[in-house]
């Protein structure tokens, strides 16, 4: 972490190119911000609400809109784009006053602490304590899709603030840039060019970065680096290590003021699970195909095929990007500067989730949990208010209705560019052959190795057979709530060291986690949540190396049954290597399923699973474990 000086030095830096380029202050509050922090006070005056628009330069007369492109191709590939982004999140990052509702610590706090009204809309009775997420809930991607849409509005006006400087005024590149600006994404899933890290250099590499202004290049002070708090307000943030760090932190050292982000650490295991994250996204486009088990962790009784959602793949980036720091809460998320990139690809696997089945949607179901404005119970719909979010200065809210689709905000991603596709069934397949040229060399694909036949008259568990093979997966279940915040659960096939959770993460065993993100205030409610771990390669590699029988399930079962084991820890940084036992946490449940699958034709279709066997015998009795006579 950087000092209070450091963040000093690089506005002395900036400023000095300023005075060399003989123009206004880079850092002076951008023209497009002023506009929006008046508008605000007079909002407050007047008791109108805050309108989300979205950023609304740069749409077509052919129905196109800007597109969110991936942090790796935005750097690379347009830097005029790439500069304005970098000078406009530093200026609203470390320029704003803390105090207003529109300055990055305003907008950060609407997802958790410090637990106050936005825009004028009030806590729920005996929700106080709680942040505006609707985590758990079928509403979680639409109130997201909203907040995002917020973040991006305000960010465009920094970027408009920047272009005005006369230093760009000109350059038409630059001003193009400004209009069509959009915020990036980060795809955690995406395979990186060899010899590159997991997670972007620009966002761990260095606390400095490197711009290239019109009169050359300079040195900044990284935004995505760290959020310094300006001042840091103790009595927003009570929790132990969050009260004195100056900064936002991942993998923080310890909980003291001097504490460094391990962001080595947090690569390496990104690394070693991006594996998991491609299977579990290709599960999602192709097994969940109804919205309410697809948007969210809730579970449902008896449907072991729904374990699987968009939330419980975002949770383990959670956790794993935290690490016990800011990010690993859903109390504190909202201010590491992660978080928006993160959360802009969630909202692009939502996207895509959704031109691969426009036809479903939101149906009317019970909260399960509580927000800031729900109450675990209240019946959520497609006309739920999103709060905090107004779409006018008359306090009427978004509802999910209004944010269906991305076009309400003016924004797209690469590969949803529907008014290149006029035909709706050409576009479904372009939006397809784009996920499986991403994604699918993780293990779902045309051209599975998986050729060993299968004895006569027996079940197989793995074999490809007639364009079929087996997906082998495991489902967890637990109370969201059974541990005091967030928490993960490694599923190990093989050894591994149950006395020191350390290890766990770089286990060679280790095929997977599932990650629980909660908060350390949260009453245990008893909620329950689910989450899966794919591990069909995994299970692959030791029948390839003849441990066990892969053309028999009876030996499978066997086999699972005598190795694969499971483990639980504390997500906190002051957490012990001491794991815990799963018989101390009596919610757990462990099971193993398979499914059919067959294989898509082309490039432009996508797997079809069949239905999912609970395969008892390998978890029956087991501390945990999924036992004979247990709803699925």
Not at 140 to 149: G, K, Q, V
Request: proline share 7%; charged share 15%.
């Amino acid at each position: 972490m950087l000092p209070l000086l450091s963040v000093k030095a690089s506005l002395v830096l900036l400023l000095s190119w300023i005075l060399d380029c003989g123009v206004p202050s880079i850092l002076a509050r951008s023209q497009g911000h002023a506009a929006v922090e008046a508008r605000a006070t007079r909002v407050k005056r007047q008791f109108q609400s805050f309108p989300i628009t979205g950023a609304p330069g740069g749409v077509g007369s052919d129905g196109s809109v800007p597109l969110r492109r991936e942090i790796r191709d935005l750097e690379n590939n347009d830097k005029p784009m790439w500069n304005l982004y970098i000078l406009a999140l530093h200026r609203y990052m470390q320029d704003s006053d803390q105090s207003s509702q529109l300055s990055y610590y305003g907008v950060a706090g609407i997802h958790g602490r410090p637990f106050e009204p936005w825009d004028g809309f009030p806590p729920a009775v005996g929700q106080e304590q709680t942040g505006y997420c609707t985590h758990a809930m079928t509403i979680f991607p639409t109130w997201h899709r909203a907040y995002l849409a917020l973040y991006e509005q305000i960010l465009y006006g920094y970027v408009q603030g920047v272009a005005a400087e006369p230093a760009f005024q000109g350059l038409n590149d630059w001003q193009n840039a400004a209009q069509s600006f959009r915020v990036p994404y980060w795809d955690w899933a995406l395979t990186p060019e060899p010899g590159q890290p997991a997670i972007p250099s620009s966002i761990t590499g260095s606390p400095w970065i490197q711009i290239q202004l019109p009169n050359g290049t300079s040195a900044v002070f990284n935004p995505f680096y760290e959020y310094y708090f300006h001042p840091l307000n103790t009595g927003d943030f009570p929790d132990q290590g969050f009260s004195t760090w100056p900064a936002t932190m991942r993998a923080p050292s310890d909980g003291t003021p001097s504490a460094s982000s391990l962001d080595s650490q947090v690569a390496q295991t990104i690394a070693n699970e991006q594996p998991e994250y491609q299977k579990t996204l290709m599960m999602l486009y192709s097994v969940d195909t109804s919205f309410g088990p697809f948007s969210n962790t809730a579970y449902l009784e008896n449907q072991p095929n729904s374990y699987n959602s968009l939330e419980g793949l975002h949770n383990i980036i959670h956790n794993t990007l935290g690490s016990g720091g800011h990010m690993t809460y859903p109390s504190y998320a909202g201010f590491d500067p992660v978080f928006w990139l993160h959360h802009a690809n969630v909202d692009r696997t939502f996207a895509i989730w959704q031109a691969l089945y426009p036809d479903e949607w939101i149906q009317s179901s019970s909260a399960t949990s509580g927000s800031y404005t729900v109450t675990p119970g209240d019946v959520l719909d497609e006309n739920t208010p999103l709060a905090p979010f107004h779409k006018d200065t008359n306090s009427n809210y978004y509802t999910s209705k209004d944010v269906r689709n991305i076009s309400a905000f003016g924004y797209s991603y690469p590969e949803l560019q529907w008014w290149n596709h006029p035909d709706p069934d050409d576009y479904q397949s372009s939006v397809k052959s784009g996920v499986n040229t991403l994604y699918n060399q993780a293990g779902l694909t045309v051209s599975r190795s998986r050729r060993k036949g299968k004895r006569s008259g027996e079940p197989y568990a793995i074999a490809e057979v007639d364009g079929t093979h087996t997906e082998w997966i495991v489902n967890i279940r637990v109370q969201k709530h059974a541990l005091p915040g967030s928490f993960d659960i490694y599923i190990f096939l093989g050894d591994y060291n149950a006395q020191d959770s350390t290890t766990w993460p770089t286990c060679s065993h280790m095929v997977g986690k599932q990650s629980i993100f909660a908060d350390t205030n949260a009453n245990n409610n008893g909620m329950i949540v689910t989450g899966v771990v794919p591990f069909t390669d995994a299970l692959e590699k030791y029948i390839q190396a003849g441990d066990v029988d892969g053309s028999n399930i009876v030996a499978t079962e066997r086999y699972l049954r005598e190795n694969l084991n499971w483990g639980i820890r504390l997500a906190s940084h002051s957490a012990s290597s001491q794991p815990l036992l799963p018989d101390s946490v009596p919610s757990l449940k462990i099971s193993v399923v398979s499914s059919l699958v067959t294989d898509p034709v082309s490039h432009d279709d996508l797997p079809s699973w069949g239905p999912f066997e609970v395969h008892w015998s390998v978890t029956d009795g087991r501390d945990g474990g999924l036992s004979d006579g247990d709803a699925t």
